[in-house]
């Protein structure tokens, strides 16, 4: 992927959360996979919570950091099967924004190479809520893993040409 090293990194606040009824921070290797990747790349952890499947609690966390304006962008991990437990797409819908259908379907294209067609039972998503991005992965660190090599890590990067998520930011809330 082409990065435009005559530019200038920019780094921006990315906080992570995981939706899991089980995991502990000593546990959770998704997130804590996320929290170092982005910081490897140059990024500020903004905040790092974990909250059960539950959509109150998902979207009451996803809504301190989306008005807080130190954080630009959530990564959530967990809570995007299909099983009755898993809420996350539910919960985001519910709160309204702009959904990145692309971002799904390049994950769920990336996944197939790596674990064929049960990547149809991922439902990972992205939004632009207000001014702050909001991308749902699965709870695996592979699948995580894979979200953040193939996909964030260049639309994360202000150096990533031809263009990137974060030289929008600033026009996120235009009207």
Known sequence: MPI???RDFQAIGIAVLTIS?????ETDSSGGYLC??????GHRLAGYEIVADDVPAIQAQ????????????????????VTGRDVTPEALAAM????????????????????????????????VMGETYVFALPGSTG?????????????LDSRFRPCNFIELIGRLGER
């Open 4 to 6: 435009d090293t005559a």
């Open 21 to 25: 009824d089980s995991r502990t921070k």
């Open 36 to 41: 170092a990747a982005l910081q490897d790349l």
């Open 62 to 81: 996803l809504r301190r950091w989306i008005a807080a304006p130190e954080v630009h962008c959530v990564l959530t991990t967990g809570g995007t099967g």
């Open 96 to 127: 309204g924004g702009r959904e990145i259908p692309g971002f799904g379907e390049l994950f769920r294209w990336i996944s197939f190479d790596k674990i064929g067609t049960s990547t149809i039972q991922s439902r990972a998503i992205g939004y």
């Open 143 to 155: 699948a995580c893993r894979d979200g953040w090599e193939q996909i964030l890590v260049h639309q």
